[in-house]
């Protein structure tokens, strides 16, 4: 049972640079997320799904897409890299959409933009 | 905007001490508490959650606690081994909203042998 699989693991970009960081999990859940984590400021939300073909916002959403075209996947997209992007970006799930379910996080991608 | 404070950034103790972190929220409709534990290099895992109808919860050698009309939690670890070192993050539910907890910034707990 894999749980949430994150990929790349490491990634440096070049200002501008777009890249898309790749999240699979195979527990059926419905609900998907994506984090940062930057030093001294805990987990910040980016996106969220509550199931396939529904996106919507969290709390840092600006310079990010996604798209849910199936339960299982749920990528994230860097549109034109920014240094402020330099972080550690975590992808998590749950099969409870109501946001009181324990949330499965994969392994993080150290995202770098110079 | 909804928020969730946490103290101290920072802890240290002696190993066999007991070690306390404290949470509070911003939100009246948050009704569900959870506290996840990171491991240098590692992904948060949750260690114990507590919902808004029950005022305390253990689970052996750690406990969360929840004042409601304060708005705020802890969570409470006993005996702490070097094992318990890493950094806690508490987080409460966003009322109103599907899917989203809001995290608090985090406690780096240090236990020496």
């Known amino acids: 049972n894999a749980g949430v699989t994150q990929t790349p693991k490491f990634q440096v970009l070049k200002t501008g640079q777009s890249m898309t960081l790749q999240c699979a999990q195979d527990m059926n859940h419905e609900y998907m997320s994506w984090y940062r984590q930057d030093p001294g400021m805990g987990l910040r939300l980016i996106h969220y799904?509550?199931?396939?073909?529904?996106?919507d916002q969290g709390e840092v959403p600006n310079g990010y897409n996604v798209s849910r075209s199936t339960t299982e996947d749920f990528p994230l997209r860097l549109l034109s890299a920014a240094p402020s992007q330099t972080s550690v970006y975590f992808c998590?799930?749950?099969?409870?959409?109501?946001?009181?379910?324990?949330?499965?996080f994969g392994s993080g991608t150290q995202l770098s933009v110079l | 905007g909804e928020n969730v404070e946490q103290h101290p950034s920072t802890l240290s103790v002696q190993e066999g001490d007991s070690a306390v972190i404290k949470c509070t929220y911003s939100?009246?409709?948050?009704?569900?508490f959870p506290w996840y534990k990171q491991e240098l290099g590692k992904r948060p895992q949750l260690i114990i959650d507590i919902r808004s109808n029950v005022g305390e919860k253990k689970d052996q050698r750690i406990a969360v606690t929840l004042n409601k009309t304060a708005k705020h939690f802890s969570l409470h670890i006993t005996e702490t081994q070097p094992e318990d070192s890493a950094v806690y993050f508490c987080a409460a539910s966003k009322g109103g909203s599907q899917g989203n907890l809001i995290f608090g910034k985090g406690t780096k707990l240090s236990v020496k042998p």
């Open positions: 998590a799930s749950s099969w409870d959409n109501s946001g009181t379910g324990i949330l499965f």
């Open positions: 939100d009246s409709a948050s009704n569900y």
């Open positions: 799904s509550v199931g396939a073909g529904i996106t």
